[in-house]
């Protein structure tokens, strides 16, 4: 269906359209049943599976375009450096500014949550088979990981087969802990299966590939495994060197990336070109560094900026202004993304620059952190098909840019990141960790949520300040967002769980709290 609707428009409020079901990419039709045909029709030519299969693999980086722009362009987005928003009408309740409605910060948990709940349930319905029953372990993992990741506490181990949760939350460890049970228990699984692939109806990611998904699934071990490398170190080496020395290993070429593809239009590209003719842009902080590092991958990934004065290249639109009205936000560079273009999970890039950093660590990732960081930049090169990543590499002078705004109102002057490409063995360790998140960074674009989270957890990429903080007080502006606070449903219907999870968590539910593995 290609009606797209504008879903924040100044006179309705973001929380009320979320009420409504989105059009495109929404993968819930498959649950109806216009035909009349029989349960054992279903089953043999695995529709009842493909169904519940491929509505659960929708909501892990959500292909519901509503949804989508909240999670990834609106929050994610700004808070990696990745996306800005362009539309004036966000002002004063936009995650940039620190000040988001409820009806913005509420979506991860209220959407997400009984989504992956609803469809593993459907998947555990629809067949007794343990390869797509273990998969959808791996795929429910890989969604519920965001949320635990943006909010702390969540509720998780006793959500209802209905996706119900009014429930108790778990503390952001345990629910760790009960994801690295899920990914071992579906790696097993599908390691004794190794061989008997599955129906590629039921499978938008890997077409029924098992050994796929087992690289999948240890590829994501290894990310949560560095995620909480500083809160529980020795619990983070034994995931990580668990993950990275199986039999069939982590994700190590560009064949293994965890693309969805789309029923239909990518939801990048009606939020970046179609809503009010964009309601979002590439952000200010990743072309500057591309920029500075004269980095070939610009012209695969940006377009160029368009401005009425011909200062025209690669201009991001910097995050947490006074959004410019009218045309002046348009002229700035778009993400290069089309109609068809698949939507990014995880890539052998991100792995690469993981195994890097836990060879920094000492762990053992199989190499040396350099190669490691070495292959990831020429994987991704490769991905977006470009050449000279030799040539990248060798390049030790090369800093990232001090942001010129063409427009001239939102140029920053102040600290900003003075490392290089090459890598050098001889230099200090944080420095090194700097230079693998860095190009981390760049290879990852445009996961935001998963480019927030090393950023609350390392520190890098340096990145802008915003120059309009609404937080109050409660945000600081050097250290930015920290988390998302709870939504407001949760102090009226779930309050008790709520006042638990509170304390669990350390701190005010505000942006400023720290979760577990970012303190």
Not at 69 to 79: K, P, V, W
Not at 83 to 92: E, H
Not at 481 to 496: F, K, M, V, W
Request: proline share 4%; charged share 20%; net charge neutral.
């Amino acid at each position: 269906m290609k009606q797209y609707k504008n879903i924040i428009l100044s006179t309705v409020s973001a929380g009320l359209v979320l009420g409504f079901a989105a059009c495109t990419n929404s993968y819930e039709e498959y649950n109806q049943n216009p035909y009349g045909v029989s349960k054992e029709e279903m089953q043999r030519d695995a529709y009842s599976l493909g169904a519940a299969m491929v509505n659960l693999q929708s909501w892990v980086v959500p292909t519901d375009v509503n949804t989508n722009q909240f999670t990834e362009c609106l929050c994610g987005g700004s808070y990696s450096g990745y996306i800005s928003d362009s539309n004036a009408g966000f002002a004063g309740k936009n995650f940039a500014q620190y000040s988001p409605e409820n009806g913005w910060s509420r979506v991860l948990f209220k959407d997400i949550i009984p989504k992956l709940f609803i469809y593993f349930n459907e998947v555990k319905g629809a067949t007794d088979n343990p390869v797509p029953l273990a998969v959808a372990n791996v795929v429910q993992v890989a969604g519920i990981h965001r949320v635990t990741d943006a909010y702390g506490p969540i509720p998780y181990s006793k959500v209802g087969v209905n996706g119900d949760i009014t429930a108790a939350y778990d503390s952001q460890k345990e629910v760790y802990t009960r994801l690295f049970q899920k990914l071992d228990e579906a790696v097993k699984t599908l390691t004794a299966n190794r061989t008997a692939n599955f129906s590629p109806k039921a499978d938008k990611v890997y077409g029924g590939n098992v050994e796929k998904w087992i690289k999948f699934a240890n590829s994501l071990r290894l990310r949560l495994a560095v995620r909480i490398s500083k809160a529980d170190p020795a619990t983070a080496k034994q995931q990580a060197e668990a993950a990275v020395n199986h039999e069939v290993g982590v994700m190590t070429g560009n064949d293994d990336n965890a693309f969805m593809t789309l029923s239909s239009t990518n939801p990048f590209e009606v939020i970046m070109y179609e809503y009010n003719g964009g309601d979002s842009r590439v952000g200010a902080d990743i072309t500057s560094y591309m920029n500075g590092y004269n980095d070939p991958r610009r012209a695969a990934m940006f377009t160029k900026s368009t401005f009425a004065n011909g200062t025209n290249g690669y201009y991001g639109l910097r995050s947490g202004i006074q959004i410019p009205g009218g045309e002046i936000a348009h002229a700035y560079s778009n993400y290069n993304v089309k109609t068809d273009t698949k939507l990014l999970w995880m890539n052998a890039a991100e792995v690469a620059f993981l195994r890097a950093e836990g060879a920094l660590k000492g762990w053992n990732m199989g190499d040396k952190a350099g190669n490691f960081y070495a292959k990831g930049v020429k994987l991704s090169f490769e991905q977006w098909g470009v050449s000279g990543a030799e040539k990248y590499l060798a390049d030790a002078a090369s800093t990232p840019a001090l942001y010129n705004d063409p427009v001239g109102n939102n140029s920053y002057s102040g600290k900003t990141s003075t490392v290089t490409i090459a890598w050098n063995d001889g230099d200090a360790l944080e420095r090194q960790l700097e230079r693998v998140i860095t190009q981390k960074w760049l290879a990852m674009f445009p996961l935001g949520l998963e480019a927030w989270a090393d950023y609350r957890r390392t520190g890098y990429p340096l990145l802008m300040p915003v120059k309009v903080n609404n937080s109050g007080g409660i945000v600081n502006t050097e250290r930015g967002a920290r988390r998302l606070a709870y939504p407001q449903e949760e102090r009226t219907n779930n309050l008790d769980n709520y006042n638990a999870a509170v304390g669990m968590l350390g701190g005010a539910d505000n942006m400023a709290t720290d979760v577990w593995w970012a303190k």
